[in-house]
């Protein structure tokens, strides 16, 4: 049965730091792009980061840049989000997602810009983990 599950959400104060983890089960995620999404109240979900499993490489959007880290443990599995200096405004729901990368050259990023922040995209999504900055 294919599932992921994330965990670490919570209560943190501004400029605080967290760790997210996505442990995911059923499938391997070296045959996936691996992303992060998040909702806040009112709001429509958004990409933020997105790991291509053949190269390595991430992106990120433009409001989490230089904040946050998504990383991978191939070993356990699990992919993470650091967020560090985190502000009200990163208050949300956050998600993580698997975007099987069939088909896609091994020579180019499956985190393919100017798609990977469609969620339509992803065939697997987790159920969220509340993430609550406040002081």
């Known amino acids: 049965q294919v599932q992921l599950v994330e965990s670490g959400g919570g209560l943190v104060q501004p400029g605080g730091s967290m760790r997210l983890s996505c442990v995911a089960s059923?499938?391997?995620?070296?045959?996936?792009?691996m992303a992060w999404f998040r909702q806040a109240p009112g709001k429509e979900r958004e990409a933020i980061s997105c790991?291509?499993?053949?190269?390595?490489?991430?992106v990120y959007t433009e409001a989490v840049e230089g904040r946050f880290t998504i990383s991978v443990d191939n070993a356990e599995n699990t992919v993470y989000l650091q967020m560090n200096n985190l502000k009200s405004e990163d208050t949300a729901v956050y998600y993580c997602?698997?975007?099987?990368?069939?088909?896609?050259?091994?020579?180019?990023?499956?985190?393919?810009?100017?798609?990977?922040?469609?969620?339509?995209?992803?065939?697997?999504w987790g159920q969220g983990t509340q993430v609550t900055v406040s002081s």
């Open positions: 790991l291509s499993a053949n190269d390595g490489s991430a």
């Open positions: 059923g499938f391997t995620l070296n045959l996936y792009a």
């Open positions: 997602a698997a975007d099987w990368a069939r088909g896609r050259s091994p020579d180019h990023p499956w985190c393919v810009s100017g798609l990977w922040t469609n969620d339509r995209r992803y065939d697997y």
